[in-house]
């Protein structure tokens, strides 16, 4: 294992030893406390530009399941075809692996799809420190390549652009009972999977296209990575589609914060995001709280939300918004992941409200 050092932009520096593809890297440094669920973290599009820290001391201990794809074109147990995180980065790295499904080691999976990953870090100091300080850039140096330093980036950016599909992709075509339009900002397979298997067909569009002249009962919202107010394209059909009809919508992550700026409201970068297995949040006006799994850095600040629209969830931890509904229509949102890929999955009945709608 090759020494390196991860450097963050406030001058910290943490050495480690490579175990992945060896290749410096830069990216926004951001930490998820969650326990399990390293494949489907590493192959959610919405990592995309980020280096992700495991403050889970014990990573790689199953191993990787297969890549195989389903005749539908989906991964059967990722979030994606690929690894969209820059890099992962562990404090324990477990050479030996055992599970039922695992075909490959972490390290040789990272290898395969040349993504670097690093051990022996510190992740304890480190989520310390960016908690106190909030994300920031960070890069991964090679320590005896130290004039090999990438240029770290992320703010304004468009990564939706970079992982959104490029052409419409028709799933369960002519077989489900209603039709649903899916604006693909950086999709989870799982999302696409909770909705084929409440039978309607999804009709996946790329993050700008021009969806409402198309023939469709619902529209929906997908998750993605970076910062919404890049997409403006997309709000606008949004906001199109909501002056021509009242057809259901509903959004997840990126979603909850493209249809609340189609409705008028102003997002805001959190200190560090929530990125976890274990967020709880309330639906408003109730009692009922639910434990959650998330992975973004934008909030919706609530203050701004039209006279129309209303909070659905709010994040008991920082009582940040998780989730919007309008008075009216039937539009809807959550900040959280209903479909729970890895994670709880207390909240997919939000997927039968959605169907229910249609």
Request: charged share 25%; glycine share 10%; with cysteine.
């Amino acid at each position: 294992m090759r020494n390196v050092t991860l450097i963050l932009d406030d001058g910290s520096r943490f050495p480690g030893k490579s175990f992945g593809y060896e290749k410096p890297v830069a990216g926004e440094v951001v930490f998820n406390t969650a326990m399990t669920g390293y494949p489907e973290s590493l192959t959610d599009p919405s990592y995309a530009g980020q280096l992700m820290t495991l403050t889970y001391p014990l990573v790689g201990n199953y191993g990787v399941p297969p890549f195989t794809i389903e005749p539908n074109g989906l991964a059967t147990f990722m979030e994606s075809e690929r690894i969209h995180a820059e890099a992962i980065i562990v404090s324990d790295y477990s050479e030996e692996y055992s599970h039922w499904n695992a075909k490959e080691s972490l390290a040789d999976w990272l290898k395969r799809e040349q993504v670097p990953g690093i051990t022996g870090i510190d992740t304890r100091e480190l989520t310390k420190v960016l908690r106190e300080h909030g994300v920031m850039m960070g890069k991964i140096v090679f320590d005896d390549e130290p004039g090999n330093v990438p240029e770290a980036m992320y703010a304004g950016i468009n990564y939706v652009d970079k992982v959104s599909c490029k052409e419409v992709i028709r799933y369960n075509e002519g077989a489900g009972k209603k039709k649903v339009v899916l604006v693909d900002c950086g999709v989870k397979t799982n999302i696409i999977r909770c909705l084929l298997k409440r039978d309607v067909e999804v009709i996946r569009v790329p993050w700008n296209h021009d969806f409402t002249g198309m023939e469709y009962d619902g529209l929906f919202i997908s998750n993605g990575p970076g910062d919404p107010d890049t997409c403006d394209e997309a709000v606008q059909h949004i906001r199109k589609a909501m002056s021509l009809s009242d057809k259901p919508i509903f959004g997840i992550c990126m979603g909850n914060q493209l249809l609340s700026k189609a409705g008028g409201a102003t997002i805001y970068k959190l200190k560090y995001g929530h990125r976890s297995h274990n967020q709880p949040v309330r639906m408003i006006g109730t009692e009922r709280c639910f434990i959650t799994s998330q992975n973004h850095g934008y909030a919706v600040d609530n203050n701004t939300l039209g006279t129309d629209w209303e909070p659905l969830f709010i994040n008991m931890n920082d009582g940040s918004n998780e989730g919007i509904r309008h008075k009216t229509k039937p539009w809807f949102s959550a900040q959280f992941h209903p479909e729970a890929a890895s994670g709880p999955t207390d909240t997919e009945f939000l997927f039968d409200e959605f169907v229910k709608l249609l």
